[in-house]
């Protein structure tokens, strides 16, 4: 009996063992390369935050905790209705607001450029990047772990962080992240949607026991286009981000009409939304993706609204195909932010600048 007690003990040790033995020995020592001395790193995502910034910050910020780093998610500000129902139905915690950045230690996740960074971000201490987008701007001083992929999600790229360094994903961070992949690529149905995150989307659902993925991100949908309660200037933020384009710094807002019945009168709020929100940010011009459903078996389509002087023309000149609606910009298929609204509006205003 001793010697099979023993015995029992000796495996127990060796699966310890193998359980403890997590990372993978290349990231390992990237991590420990930037680990700070002492104190605590952030991470934090983009403002007017998303699905995939809140998910990808928590998970990311669990994965290096599992490894041994003192590591802490947080938030660049209010949840969207979206990822506040997602923290709610998976019981999850709403990580701390972070205000300023300024000489603390910093993961970035999904973005990688001051203008959609928390402030003062020029005055951290970034120790790594985990992006899917096109770097912008950003002045390092320092060496850092800075991985980029032209992938649907950020969270794709954390689940594969989990996989490579061996650590057991737990069912709500799995559900945070099959969130954020379906969020970002709009289940699966966005161009820059790859199969890694199909396959890791169906994953990570089975993980967080999704059994219809398909009626989970309507249900998330639904939520998150539901503009109940919120003022038209809280919409018009929901999605917004800004940029620098040769100079010009420019809004762009990206937000759903919540009801088909009534596209034009929210249209017409939209509108003066922005006009009344202009006189409060930086931004010379304000646009805004308004995304529509067409009717039964029509394309889905895009309202491009313009606020500021000369705003109409870079509007114009950016999308000439468009047809005009009720004296609308109006594009059919719908536009993408990050492909189709971003390179058009970059290269109005360089044109401009010649
Ligand atoms: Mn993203």
């Not at 994965?63 to 998976?90: M, W």
């Not at 039964?296 to 950016?318: I, M, N, P, R, W």
């Amino acid at each position: 009996m001793k010697k099979y007690l023993c015995v029992t003990a000796i495996i127990f040790m060796l699966l310890c063992g193998c359980t403890s033995s997590k990372g993978n020995v290349y990231n390992m020592s990237l991590y420990k390369a930037v680990a700070p001395e002492d104190g605590v790193t952030y991470v934090v995502g983009h403002i007017n935050p998303d699905t995939d910034t809140v998910g990808t910050a928590i998970a990311y910020a669990k994965l290096r905790t599992a490894l041994g780093f003192n590591t802490v998610a947080v938030i660049p500000g209010k949840l969207n209705k979206e990822s506040q129902y997602l923290l709610d139905y998976f019981k999850v915690e709403t990580p701390e607001i972070l205000e300023d950045a300024a000489g603390k230690n910093i993961i970035l996740v999904d973005h990688a450029d001051y203008q959609q960074a928390v402030p003062n971000m020029d005055k951290a201490n970034i120790v790594e990047i985990l992006d899917h987008h096109q770097p912008a701007g950003l002045s390092l001083e320092n060496n850092l772990i800075y991985r980029s992929a032209p992938i649907g999600a950020t969270a794709t790229m954390v689940y594969n962080e989990y996989k490579v360094n061996h650590v057991r994903i737990d069912r709500k961070t799995a559900g945070l992240l099959a969130a954020a992949i379906m969020s970002d690529t709009k289940n699966l149905k966005k161009e820059r949607t790859t199969e890694a995150d199909r396959v890791y989307l169906a994953e990570l659902c089975k993980k967080a026991g999704i059994q219809k993925p398909k009626k989970f991100f309507k249900a998330m949908k639904n939520e998150g286009r539901s503009y109940d309660g919120l003022t038209d200037e809280e919409i018009l933020l929901t999605n917004y981000k800004e940029f620098e384009f040769s100079g010009h710094i420019v809004g762009i807002a990206s937000v759903d009409n919540p009801d088909d019945d009534t596209l034009w009168e929210f249209v017409e709020r939209m509108d003066k939304a922005m006009a009344e929100y202009a006189p409060k940010t930086d931004a010379e011009h304000i646009f805004m993706k308004l995304d529509a459903d067409g009717d039964e078996g029509q394309e889905d389509f895009t309202v491009f609204l313009y606020c500021g002087k000369g705003a109409e023309e870079v509007a114009k000149k950016s999308f000439p195909n468009a047809q005009i609606v009720n004296g609308r910009i109006v594009y059919t298929p719908k536009l993408n932010r990050t492909n189709d609204v971003v390179p058009a509006l970059k290269d109005t205003y360089e044109g401009m600048k010649k």
